[in-house]
């Protein structure tokens, strides 16, 4: 690809034709599909997240448990975080380069950030 915006405009000529390509089960391209479901209520469309949040949203998610030191294992090592009384703890592992722990993980709807025990780079 020359540019982005020349692979934007490769990616629209794939996805339109595809788009419109009739089903034999149903009888309708997904464009059908997708207006009768917004005809019909049947989607749970959501804005997309705020950019500040991205980095919560696209990111891996595990549950750690607390070492009695104030630690957490990851990644082979232990790694120091704040105080906390929580148990197990949650990481927003973005791999090859940070990850945080946090005192829970986020939640649909609010997804929101979470307090931060500690952030380490990879």
């Not at 209520?41 to 804005?47: A, C, E, K, L, R």
């Not at 919560?56 to 975080?81: C, E, K, M, P």
Request: with cysteine.
């Amino acid at each position: 690809m020359q540019s982005f915006a020349h692979a934007q405009l490769v990616l629209q000529a794939e996805i339109d034709p595809l788009n419109r390509t009739v089903c034999r089960t149903t009888r309708m391209s997904s464009n059908d599909r997708w207006d009768k479901a917004l005809q019909d209520g049947m989607t749970v469309m959501q804005p997309a997240p705020c950019t500040a949040l991205l980095d919560l949203h696209l990111a891996l998610h595990y549950r750690r448990r607390r070492n009695t030191d104030n630690q957490v294992d990851f990644a082979g090592r232990s790694w120091a975080i704040a105080p906390t009384h929580r148990k197990t703890v949650g990481i927003i592992h973005h791999p090859d380069r940070q990850f945080c722990v946090v005192t829970e993980p986020p939640s649909p709807p609010q997804n929101q950030w979470p307090d931060v025990l500690g952030k380490y780079s990879l």
